[in-house]
């Protein structure tokens, strides 16, 4: 690696510092993890003709094309243009110069599972969700993950994500429509929370365990149960890997609509612009949120946010996790 490469600037603009010398790899951002063929022809072409051939599928959803000699750098963002152009400009994002690479690096890319286009369980559209999110956080230097899913079986992993989305439904009963066949209940007893149960051969619901999955509507063979018009959303909030404290997510709005969410993330980047510690390279975003408080947090990112009728918030905030440090539980073999 040449010594008079700023290593900053080659981060910002999306490459990597490798353990291999001379050599770099770039990210590429999948706005909802979703593509078309024509984009991964270009992604192949520049890993062919600028790297080894060979890509890496990111955790993100994006992609990684490694061992890119450093000097071709500028003719790597050239290429990358279209991919700019067709993955980022269609969502409104805002980068000025497509032909100079991606001006932003820390802001990791937005993931989303494949949603209510394709799977029966999604409760909306995740990739419209996503797209809206990344027009709303990038280009933007912070460490932050976000990561929409479909449904309450979180197959996108939001549990492990800075700001988690989980789409909810808001499931409606048609009594008239009922025969008492108990599908409903089953289902929910046996996959969910157990919401529903039989009154005098009536289906009732408890609104505290109902978590808005839709698998009723999906068990129901006569249409008694459908989902209401619109998603709603749980948004979980500061679930992290790492080092330090790996942690899960945990529920800090529930039943809140899009506007909500979106209003929420983006107070959040004024939040962190306030508290992050600018002498590290980064801190990432949990790491604030522990060091200010929970109460800091919760009251400056609804600052100025109107909440919906159905909407709840988290009261207090206890993370599930483990430091590195802890070891009382475990003990040598002797």
Request: aromatic share 6%.
């Amino acid at each position: 690696m040449s010594l008079d490469l700023n290593r900053k600037k080659v981060t910002k603009n999306a490459f990597r510092i490798t353990k291999m010398r001379n050599s770099t790899a770039v990210r590429i951002r999948v706005p909802g993890g979703h593509l078309g063929a024509e984009e991964m022809r270009i992604i192949a072409d520049i890993a062919e003709k600028f790297g080894d051939g060979s890509l890496h599928i990111t955790i993100r959803q994006g992609f990684e094309i490694p061992n890119i000699p450093f000097e071709r750098m500028p003719e790597v963002n050239a290429a990358l243009a279209p991919i700019i152009e067709r993955l980022e400009l269609p969502y409104g994002v805002k980068i000025e110069d497509p032909g100079a690479g991606y001006p932003a690096a820390g802001m990791r890319n937005i993931s989303a599972c494949v949603g209510a286009w394709f799977c029966p369980f999604a409760n909306g559209d995740t990739t419209a969700l996503a797209g809206k999110l990344e027009a709303l956080v990038y280009p933007n230097d912070f460490h932050t993950k976000i990561a929409v899913t479909g449904c309450p079986n979180d197959c996108i992993k939001a549990h492990m994500q800075d700001f988690g989305i989980i789409t909810i439904c808001r499931p409606e009963y048609d009594y008239s429509r009922c025969i008492g066949c108990e599908a409903c209940v089953k289902a929910c007893t046996q996959k969910v929370t157990g919401a529903l149960k039989m009154k005098d051969g009536k289906v009732v619901k408890d609104d505290r365990r109902c978590i808005g999955c839709g698998e009723c509507v999906l068990a129901c063979p006569t249409g008694a149960w459908t989902r209401r018009p619109g998603s709603l959303y749980r948004l979980l909030i500061m679930g992290r890997t790492g080092k330090k404290n790996p942690r899960l997510a945990m529920p800090f709005l529930d039943r809140v609509t899009e506007d909500v969410v979106l209003k929420v993330i983006r107070n959040t980047l004024d939040y962190v612009d306030r508290h992050i510690l600018r002498n590290l390279v980064k801190e990432h975003i949990g790491y604030i949120v522990d060091r200010t408080g929970y109460p800091v947090f919760r009251d400056a990112v609804l600052e100025g946010v109107t909440l919906n009728p159905e909407a709840r918030v988290a009261k207090t905030m206890s993370w599930p996790g483990y430091h590195t440090l802890d070891d009382g539980n475990l003990k040598d073999i002797e």
